[in-house]
């Protein structure tokens, strides 16, 4: 690229070019001439550029890097290309995603947490400033198209409602010219809350018909890839392709779950142990490196009740089903691009995992997760599990797998996600293929590298720079490194020298091979840990230049050593906007303390018939208080039928609505047990107002209450709630005004045809006057519960 081409580039968007030439009068003049106009393109040699990221996966989940789930289409791909064992992630989905797409460390960029925990803090805000443009509006104003498939958690929870603004959205600030997927951390596989750019959209089609969330986002990507090239075939494209597989719930079909049948039966720590010989064998560890010990905090496989195993060998068939089934619609897509012709010149990166894996399901794993986060979790009791061992990924299930599992997916290292201190929460194993720039098949790359190195590598291949403004503002520098120089240089020494980590407290440092650690919280506590003062964590140090796993703490024989690297991550801790650090529960999820926007205050909401996908954080919150739901409607002749009202989803919320021509009133709790309250009598034709009112009965959280039905004023209907979810119902079903849209709340009707047949003027909810009691105030550890639901 020429230095007068670099310059031109470097301030997007690029200016039109001036007119050139003599002006005539009469286009007819034989003086008259035009240069053709131009379409923007990105410098020759571009490549295509895919980004697979997995949710969720651990560095020894998938085949290709040594674990027990199959995946083909991974290993296909490392055929022809590198394989990066040291390529490490941020620990959690919304920090690695913002990292990943901007170049920039999670911090810098304003998401160091998720979404729902934001603070007024620079580095905690889930605000991405407007100095570091996304990479795909980078690519997008130098002629790239651009597309995302899949998850997105990177939008401040007070601009996700369908009222925007849509500055964070994929198709917004994003620079994604096209999304198809969901907003949020994650979604229901059978029943996912989708849309289409800015716009909610309905799927068609129902579970027992087929549908799936990974197929469905895997045929969009390819009809919007075959489109691009059968009407701009020299116009490369950038497709991010971020599937909700494998985070919980773990939802696939029963007959790729099954296909593990009898394969876990050895439980996890035999499972461990087969990985790491695997990941010996195939090199992608050294042969001197150590399978790291279980923690205590993680029981035993032969400590666990015979009665649970069944169950807790279901969940890792089911895990491994689920994980298998996403790389077989991975597979589709890279058949797209061979059947394209379109391979060669596509830099694909494969990312297994946006941090380690999970271990938020407990220690025994869960049915419904919102049990457990909104601390119901004794309610599902070996018994009740067992009974439903044949629905687990099922569209009736909401399932997690135990602490165990997820601690065997992250082999040979320690600790899982969320735990930014150790490589079990941060190294993810990743491919590499562009058969146009990479020499090398099926080789191993052991340079260091993190997700803020993919965005200057993509830039680099693509001839592009590194923008100097955006829209008129001077972009900061971007922090990543390219990883180009190591992709045809096994022995290059590598680029990336010092990186910090931090998530929830838990903190680290790379420098040089070295490490320095520290573990502030155990993930899957939720209650009762005990945190300790910043100051009194006990930090460890590991030579990752001989001990490849972190297995031999050095921090009592090379105190110097220790206290020199935790300068550094102090250093690097202020450059990158990591301090204050920040553990507390209850006031970063309460908006006020911590300063984040919030949509609606006071004790009353309007909302208005069509409204729909409404988030809990776009709605008051009627948990835990009295409240009301009034509605005015037009009934047409032939009686009343359908949705007025619903919140929640199969997994837990509540609905109005008219059944058989009477008011009915249904509370799921988790999906445990339904709470029918119905009217004596049909609602007649006409205008008429219906009322539920919600008596709680106090006492605490999740208590029960009254519920009556009234009509035009007139006691039509009373039953008891015996109990209620304190926390949330659902991560991605929202609340509906008319209809209810993904998984039903009430088993009275289906997921299509439950749209009110009358028409609705207008619904308000209302508070009572007992909202503000100290006993209905929730607790930190009760907020963690919140937090934990979004991630």
Same mark, same amino acid.
């Given at each position: ?20 030439? !003599? ?11 035009? /240069? ?5 393109? /990105? ?17 020894? !989940? @998938? ?44 911090? !810098? ?67 994604? %010219? ?16 989708? =849309? ?36 701009? *075939? ?7 392709? @971020? ?30 142990? %087969?990985?790491?010989?695997? $990941? ?12 790291? *010990? ?5 029981? @035993? ?5 015979? %009665? ?6 279901? +969940?890792?068939?089911? =895990? ?39 271990? %938020? ?33 099922? *569209?009736?299930?909401?399932?997690? =797998? ?30 590499? !293929? ?12 052991? +340079? ?7 965005? *200057? ?47 929830? &407290? ?87 303390? @911590?300063?984040? /926007? ?90 008429? +107002? ?24 007139? $006691? ?25 849209? &993904? ?49």
């Amino acid at each position: 690229m020429s230095s007068e081409e670099k310059l031109f580039r470097s301030h997007l968007p690029m200016s039109n070019a001036a007119r050139r030439g !003599s002006i005539t009068y009469d286009a007819k003049d034989p003086d008259s001439t035009f /240069p053709p106009i131009e379409q923007l393109r /990105p410098p020759k040699g571009a490549p295509n550029v895919v980004l697979i990221l997995i949710d969720d996966a651990g560095f020894g !989940s @998938a085949s290709a890097f040594g674990g027990p789930c199959s995946t083909p289409n991974a290993e296909r791909l490392a055929a022809r290309g590198l394989k990066y064992n040291r390529f490490h992630t941020t620990a959690l989905c919304s920090p690695t995603r913002q990292a990943l797409l901007t170049g920039r460390n999670h911090h !810098s960029a304003g998401m160091g947490c998720i979404t729902e925990a934001a603070t007024g803090s620079p580095g905690y805000s889930s605000v991405l400033p407007n100095t570091m443009a996304p990479l795909a509006k980078t690519l997008k104003l130098n002629g790239y198209g651009t597309a995302q498939f899949g998850k997105c958690h990177e939008v401040p929870v007070w601009q996700t409602s369908p009222a925007g603004p849509f500055d964070a959205w994929p198709t917004g600030g994003g620079g994604f %010219e096209y999304f198809y997927g969901f907003i949020g951390g994650e979604a229901h596989q059978w029943y996912p809350s989708l =849309y289409e750019g800015t716009t909610p959209i309905e799927v068609k089609k129902t579970p027992e018909e087929g549908y799936h969330f990974m197929e469905d986002m895997t045929d969009k990507a390819i009809g919007w890839i075959g489109q691009q090239k059968a009407l701009m *075939p020299d116009k490369p494209f950038f497709v991010y392709f @971020a599937p909700g597989a494998t985070h919980a719930p773990h939802h696939v079909p029963k007959e790729w779950a099954d296909k593990y049948k009898g394969k876990f039966d050895q439980g996890w720590d035999a499972l461990r142990e %087969e990985t790491y010989a695997r $990941q010996k064998k195939l090199g992608v560890i050294p042969s001197d490196c150590e399978l790291t *010990p279980r923690h205590e905090q993680i029981p @035993a496989w032969d400590t666990m009740p015979e %009665e649970m195993k069944p169950v807790l060998r279901r +969940q890792m068939e089911v =895990y491994a089903g689920f994980l298998e089934y996403a790389d077989h619609h991975v597979g589709r897509l890279l058949d797209t691009l061979e059947q394209l012709n379109l391979t060669d010149d596509t830099l694909i990166y494969y990312v297994i995992g946006d941090n380690g894996a999970s271990a %938020e399901g407990t220690l025994i794993g869960a049915y419904n997760e919102m049990a457990n986060f909104n601390g119901l979790a004794s309610l599902e009791t070996p018994q009740f599990l067992m009974e439903r061992l044949d629905k687990l990924g099922g *569209p009736e299930s909401y399932n997690h =797998y135990a602490v165990g599992w997820a601690h065997a997916m992250n082999t040979p290292y320690q600790w899982t996600k969320q735990v930014a201190s150790h490589w079990g929460g941060t190294r993810n194993g990743t491919i590499v !293929s562009w058969p146009n720039g990479i020499k090398g098949k099926g080789e191993i790359r052991t +340079q260091f590298h993190h997700v803020i190195d993919f965005a *200057p590598t993509v830039l680099e291949a693509a001839g592009l720079p590194q923008p100097a403004s955006v829209d008129g503002i001077s972009q900061a520098p971007i922090e990543g490194v390219s990883m180009l120089y190591s992709m045809n240089d096994q022995k290059a020494a590598e680029r990336r020298e010092t990186q910090y980590f931090e998530m929830f &407290g838990n903190r680290g440092i790379y420098h040089k091979g070295w490490t320095a650690v520290t573990r502030h919280k155990t993930p899957w506590l939720l209650v009762g840990d005990t945190i300790p003062a910043f100051d009194d964590d006990t930090w460890e140090l590991y030579d990752t230049n001989t001990d490849w796993s972190q297995a031999r703490d050095l921090s009592k024989q090379m105190p110097d050593k220790l206290r020199e690297l935790q300068r550094l991550w102090l250093i690097e801790a202020t450059r990158y906007n990591v301090l204050p650090l920040d553990d507390r529960a209850a006031e970063r999820f309460n908006s006020d303390l @911590a300063g984040r /926007p919030v949509l609606i205050r006071g004790n009353t909401q309007i909302l208005f018939g069509g409204m729909g996908r409404l988030s809990e954080n776009s709605v008051i919150s009627i948990k835990n208080k009295s409240h009301s739901v009034t509605a005015e409607l037009d009934v047409p002749e032939g009686g009343a039928e359908g949705v007025i009202i619903a919140q929640g989803s199969n997994i837990g919320g509540w609905v109005l609505y008219a059944k058989g021509g009477n008011l009915k009133y249904c509370y799921n709790l988790i999906g445990v047990q339904h709470f029918f309250v119905e009217s004596q009598s049909n609602l007649p034709a006409g205008r008429h +107002q219906v009322r539920m009112e919600f008596a709680y009965a106090g006492g605490g959280l999740g208590k029960g209450g009254s519920v009556t039905l009234f009509v035009d004023g007139k $006691q039509v209907g009373k039953g008891d709630v015996g109990a209620t979810a304190p926390m949330v119902f659902s991560a991605d079903d929202g609340l509906d005004v008319g209809c209810d849209t &993904g998984a039903p709340v009430s088993p009275d009707y289906g997921p299509h045809g439950n749209e009110f047949n009358g028409s609705i003027r207008g619904v308000q909810l209302a508070l009572g006057e007992d909202a503000n009691q100290p006993e209905h105030q929730v607790s930190p550890e009760d907020a963690l519960r919140v937090a934990m639901a979004r991630q």
